[in-house]
């Protein structure tokens, strides 16, 4: 998996350079709006408790949900190599010295076959409005 470090390197700096993002496909987008139905943003997050990271929703090659009943955290990407292919059954790696993953590190995965890796944004929460 360590062959993907040296790929979301060069993701982000080819995508540094892109300032407009490609549409979401319709998909996507539907998948997106039933995980975070009725639920509201809250203040985005530089950081989150590792645990978290173990129950990722792959969405598509730019935003990855995590499940923390009752919250959905979202982050957009700021590079991805497959991680819309991301499963409930992926074995996930991230390297964290603390308890914790930050806007900028990286997580790996593999999924039946499919190994991907993506670099966190920030992780902003959604919770049931009220």
Not at 30 to 46: F, I, Q, S, Y
Not at 57 to 70: A, H, K, Q, Y
Request: aromatic content about 6%; hydrophobic content about 35%; some cysteine.
């Amino acid at each position: 998996m360590r062959r993907f470090g040296i790929v979301c390197a060069a993701l982000i700096l080819m995508g540094a350079s892109d300032s407009v993002e490609p549409p979401r496909t319709p998909e996507a987008q539907a998948k997106l709006d039933k995980w975070l139905e009725g639920r509201v943003a809250g203040e985005p997050k530089t950081c989150v408790k590792t645990e978290i990271v173990t129950s990722a929703i792959g969405i598509d090659d730019r935003t990855m949900l995590f499940r923390d009943s009752p919250r959905i955290w979202r982050t957009e990407l700021r590079a991805s190599l497959q991680c819309g292919q991301l499963g409930k059954q992926a074995t996930i790696h991230t390297e964290s010295a603390a308890s914790r993953v930050c806007s900028g590190q990286q997580l790996e995965f593999s999924d039946g076959g499919i190994d991907g890796a993506c670099v966190f944004g920030d992780f902003t929460p959604y919770t049931k409005s009220k």
